[in-house]
């Protein structure tokens, strides 16, 4: 994942996660406790308002005297319930609440002693109960006996629920306002970086020479020093250019003298103009490379690759005017490619002048925008003929500086080699392969985009 927004989002999201399971866990466990001791709480207070009431009956038992015929033990099935038994003895008296729904309230207690424990009522339903054991004396006479008390689980088990509920929609819309407003602080914090990439993707199409100049402090250095190196290898490639172009200037003439020192009668003037022609164009041809070495620099302007394309149609229907044969252009007129204007009229004319040389009837030229590449081949350029083409076994050759498919023809074998060389420097490549119409395919990759 490349996003830095989208590593500090998940990683957010996942300690928030963690946060709020861990939270909900101790909180969940927090209240079944306060739960749990408000129920113990609510028996206690019956089993001491029950021993507070109970007195003897006509039959000498020891019963408890419900002051309200409404209350929650005097009602069947209400989820409350208490009973007394004597020790060694059977359950003398029930609750009104417990008539057929509980009949075993537990073991008897010994005086002092209470237990709490859970039980189970004829309907299946769970109960807490708490039983404690006292000594009642009669006529100087202790009895022991044992009070129970019993409170249906389901209301606390309600509560319960009610509170996950509302734990789990609480968090739920805590952790999503968080994550939001985290959102909105990156966009905002991380504005700057995005701004900074646009603006370098930006000049890598062409469209800006340099960075803005205010940033945030931490990005001030960072961005200084690229403007710095951008300015730097701009001046250093006009500075070749300039030296490139004295040299060639230079070299012209004692080229020329050499060439006309040995007149059409002279011994051997077919060799020597012969090299010399080939050391006028190994010299061009390593000028233009040298001059292409930075070829594929950040910050360039694009160029309208359809009227180089016409200029060039134009100049090769002249220059073979002795055969007959079409010169389709199939180019947007949006197309641009990034980069040096004599760069592209120098690879394009070398393709289409040898895609003219060995044709029979048909030349095209077609070019288009390929995505899911690199910035270096995202213009494509293809030179098709219906000429005889190139063997599989000579494409690699025929690439290579001074070699040619056919020895026999003029040439000195370097215009492929050159834009093989000048596609490289801008990242871009040159590759041969067969045309549909018969002949060969060349294509050729560079820097571009639509206007």
Same mark, same amino acid.
């Given at each position: ?62 019963? #408890? ?41 537990? #073991? ?33 006479? #202790? ?309």
């Amino acid at each position: 994942m490349r996003s830095v927004s989208q590593r500090l989002l998940i990683s957010v999201t996942v300690l928030l996660l963690l946060f709020f399971g861990v939270m909900a866990e101790v909180l969940d466990a927090r209240f079944r406790v306060v739960a749990e001791n408000s129920l113990r709480e609510l028996l206690d207070a019956q089993l001491r308002a029950l021993v507070a009431s109970a007195e003897p009956d006509d039959e000498g038992h020891i019963v #408890p005297r419900l002051p309200d015929a409404e209350s929650r033990l005097a009602t069947p099935g209400s989820g409350l319930y208490a009973a007394v038994s004597e020790n060694g003895g059977t359950t003398f008296w029930r609750s009104p609440s417990a008539t057929g729904s509980l009949q075993e309230f537990g #073991p008897p207690q010994e005086p002092g002693a209470r237990e709490f424990r859970y039980l189970t009522d004829s309907r299946g339903a769970r109960l807490a109960a708490e039983s404690r054991g006292i000594s009642w004396e009669e006529n100087g006479q #202790p009895r022991e006996l044992t009070f129970t008390v019993a409170a249906d689980l389901q209301p606390m088990t309600n509560q319960i629920s009610e509170f996950r509920r509302g734990l789990v929609k609480g968090f739920s819309v805590l952790a999503v306002s968080l994550l939001a407003a985290l959102a909105l602080l990156l966009r905002w914090a991380l504005a700057p970086l995005r701004r900074l990439a646009w603006q370098i993707q930006s000049m890598e199409r062409g469209e800006r020479d340099s960075l803005d100049e205010r940033w945030p402090s931490e990005l001030d250095g960072v961005v200084a020093n690229l403007n710095t190196l951008l300015t730097s290898e701009r001046t250093r490639i006009e500075r070749y250019r300039d030296t490139l172009g004295n040299l060639a200037h230079s070299l012209k003439t004692p080229l020329a003298v050499l060439r006309a020192s040995f007149g059409a009668g002279a011994p051997g003037a077919a060799q020597v103009n012969e090299q010399v022609d080939r050391m006028t164009a190994i010299v061009e041809h390593q000028l233009r490379r040298a001059v292409t070495s930075g070829g594929a620099s950040v910050g360039r302007r694009a160029v309208d690759v359809l009227p180089i394309a016409q200029d060039l149609r134009g100049a090769l229907l002249k220059a073979h005017a002795q055969k007959d044969f079409s010169l389709e252009l199939s180019v947007p007129a949006d197309m641009q490619f990034v980069g040096d204007r004599d760069d592209l009229l120098e690879a394009l004319g070398n393709l289409m002048d040898n895609a003219c040389k060995w044709c029979r009837s048909k030349v095209r030229v077609t070019a288009l925008l390929q995505s899911g590449v690199g910035a270096g081949q995202k213009l494509r350029v293809v030179v098709d003929d219906d000429g005889p083409g190139v063997p599989e076994a000579d494409r690699d050759r025929v690439l290579q500086r001074g070699a040619r498919a056919d020895e026999a023809t003029p040439g000195h074998g370097l215009g492929l080699a050159m834009v093989r060389d000048m596609a490289e420097m801008y990242g871009g490549a040159l590759s041969l392969a067969d045309s549909p119409l018969g002949g060969a395919r060349l294509e050729l990759r560079l820097p571009g985009r639509l206007r």
